[in-house]
């Protein structure tokens, strides 16, 4: 047996003359591909071709996964596009050498493999992934604004043929276990008991490498140009060259290069240079950090709901019922008729379906876990119950007092109310330090952000098991205190007023909608607020644009009229099948976004300033992942020079050995 640092080497003391290769960062929970440890990778391959074995199984020693990617750490302290070549070269050739041993090779994968994880396995002659939840394979480095230059960009394609490569390569989708296996990326599928035996028999099995479908050859060769042309107009639909410069080059290189990003030509727009030198991939680095600080929030509490009681059947509360029957946790949904809740059990069948494709004993699993509870018996044993009734004060308190009468004295209770303060509602309970806020944004099942909510009295224990709640559902926990529209829609609201002032000016909704799609949002803020609700944001309006604030007519005149846009099929827009029917956008006017955008970045700067979040870097993170605002960016308040921040003194560097999670 040898010994590195990272690694353990082992030739098994059985006939077979096998050796084991065992991936273990020193000091970590997961792997990641730092440069040390990519030095001692090539120790060991010196090693067994010096003297070969019959074949290498590599694995992972962590319990947490294969590898996780990159080490991000190393990535942010690169200071010249020289250096990001070096890094990119030394990746490169470690595992084209890997790919030429004489010896038949297997990547064991169990768990995460992700990034540079999942390159160093395509360079290995099979490929066996293990059944289990945790299982997920993909190249994320787009999301970081980089490209997968170890190899990833000429293996995959080369594997499972360009378009479902194309298609992880520019989303950084991952793959479960059971996809990887159909799709041909893993050569196996197996259970965890089995997994070692399984390695073994493949590796010393001498059968080919898996070959493409003469049609997928065609497609990756002489035909690159069609699919290529096909995904970068896809591409340029959802993100501009200039703001994600990296889906793009990943086209090029792929197209032009046979996926080798070092034979780029600096002067390129797909080279690594021009990469390195786009402010993109700092920012989106920026971003991953900002999304694993709020990973953090809940990992001191190992709160585990195994029973969550939602109250409100409607939208909101049906699709957070679904979220936590998902997660594995029993629910119980509670409404006024078995009647009001069927549609919210007939929609989380359709999310099942979506998240299982069809798989239906999956998806009779977590129907049975999702129990219809018109009486509200489940609130007595429930270790979580949330309250997700219509924006009423009055009711909302009379309901807390009957869910305190009834509910275990250690159970969280939680709201998801979008406007009123926590402590308004607590008052209606005996014990008000109880009392938590929960914020979902809709779409439940999308949106990543959940706002975890303190009201005046709220117990330090409670938000704690809230944020771990949050993360048991996968979502990012966002600690706020209690302010009308707390965070998000805080912002949202003059942002999405001063749009509507911009139309009763004469300016075209299309134009508006175009403007700020152009700067980089994702939808335009004349259509989000046809997707809300003309009168939700009537209401809202009220709370949050302020003393004196009058609504714009036009909005007034579209509700008195009950055009209330989507869910009416008429607002500012023409709505059919579920799209906004708009004309051309005509002229943008010159500082259209910027107007629009500006009291936006005044709102956030002041939910700082009165302590609403704790600091700019969450008030970034909550409003990134929380109204989708621009990622290449790195969050408005970061992005407006207002602020006089910049790269230097932004989010500092991650946590040591952080690692690459697709969001």
Known sequence: MSEFKHLVLARKGDESGLAWLYLDRAGASANTLSRELLDELAAVFAQLEADPPKGLIIASAKPAGFVAGADIEEFTR?????????????????????????????????????????ELALACRYRIVVDEPGTKLALPEVMLGIVPGWGGMKRLPELIGPAAALDMMLTGKSLDARRAQKLGLADACVPTRVMENAARMLVLSGQPPRALPLVQTLLNGPLKALVA???????????????????????????????????VPADDPASLEAIFRSPTAKNLVRVFFLQERLKGFGKDSDFAPRHVHVVGAGVMGGDIAALCAWAGMTVTLQDQSVERIAPAVARAAKLFERKTRGEQRQVRFALDRLIPDPAGHGAARADLVIEAIFENLDAKRALF?????????????ATNTSSLRIEDIATGLTAPRRLVGIHFFNPVALMPLVEVVRGEQSDDEALRRAAAFVRRLDKLPLPVKSAPGFLVNAVLGPYMLEALRCVEEGIAPETIDAALVAFGMPMGPVELVDTVGLDIAVAAGKALAGVGAEPPPKLMALVAAGQLGRKSGQGYYR???????????????????ERILAPLISAARRCVEQGVVADADLADAGIIFGTGFA??????????PEVGKGPSDAVPAGPQNAVVHPA
């Open 78 to 118: 690169i200071d010249s596009a020289q250096g990001a070549r070096d890094l990119v070269q030394r990746g490169w050739e470690l595992f084209n050498w890997l790919a030429r041993l004489k010896f038949p090779t297997v990547a064991l994968i169990r768990g995460h493999c992700l990034g540079g994880g999942l």
């Open 229 to 263: 042309n096909k995904a970068r107009a896809q591409v340029a639909a959802k993100a501009r060259r200039e703001h994600y410069p990296a889906p793009y080059a990943i086209l090029d290189i792929w197209q032009k290069h046979g996926g080798n990003a070092l034979a």
């Open 401 to 413: 007092a009957e869910i305190e009468r009834r509910a275990k004295p250690e159970a969280v209770l």
């Open 575 to 593: 709505w059919a099948e579920g799209k906004a029917q708009k004309a051309a956008a005509g002229t943008i006017p010159v500082g259209l976004a």
């Open 631 to 640: 990622p290449f960016t790195g969050g408005p308040l970061y992005h407006s």
